[in-house]
């Protein structure tokens, strides 16, 4: 009975690890696929994936550089917005999804341009994640003062 309740113990925090590498694959690749929508990725866009990996949504910062360069060449096989929006949906909290959206905003802009396909992007990713379009625009505010500052 004590062997079965470890083996069950064991396989619960083997998943939970899953899930965590899971998050990371899903937050990296949905932000490469947000700074790649304009047709390339800049040292800014990159170094922005990686602070707000590390410093936002608290990831290890040697699993970010692996899975960040997995994510890079793997850019060109992207995947259906609904694919990341139904995993966020289900696992995030609304302030962790507007934290997201924010974070976006901060990687398309970390270039010094917007394109109309970035802003774009991200209106669609933000009604996906039932973010009203206020609760968007001022996450936008906050990424531009972030980046002007």
């Known amino acids: 009975?004590?062997?079965l309740l470890k083996n069950i113990l064991n396989n619960q925090s083997s998943i939970e690890?899953?899930?965590?590498?899971?998050?990371?694959?899903?937050?990296c690749g949905l932000m490469i696929e947000a700074a790649y929508t304009d047709g390339q990725i800049d040292e800014n866009e990159l170094n922005k994936i990686k602070s707000s990996l590390i410093n936002i949504f608290?990831?290890?910062p040697n699993e970010v550089n692996l899975v960040l360069d997995e994510a890079i060449k793997n850019k060109n096989n992207s995947k259906s917005l609904h694919h990341y929006t139904?995993?966020?949906n289900k696992n995030f909290t609304a302030d962790k999804k507007?934290?997201?959206?924010?974070?976006?905003?901060?990687?398309?802009?970390?270039d010094g341009e917007i394109h109309d396909f970035e802003s774009n992007l991200i209106r669609r990713l933000a009604g996906l994640l039932y973010i009203n379009d206020v609760s968007s625009g001022?996450?936008?505010?906050?990424?531009?003062?972030?980046i002007l500052k």
């Open 58 to 60: 608290e990831e290890d």
């Open 17 to 27: 690890e899953k899930g965590d590498t899971k998050n990371l694959e899903l937050l």
């Open 1 to 3: 009975m004590i062997n």
């Open 138 to 146: 001022n996450a936008k505010k906050r990424a531009l003062d972030k």
């Open 86 to 88: 139904s995993f966020i």
């Open 98 to 110: 507007l934290l997201l959206v924010e974070a976006l905003w901060e990687i398309v802009l970390s």
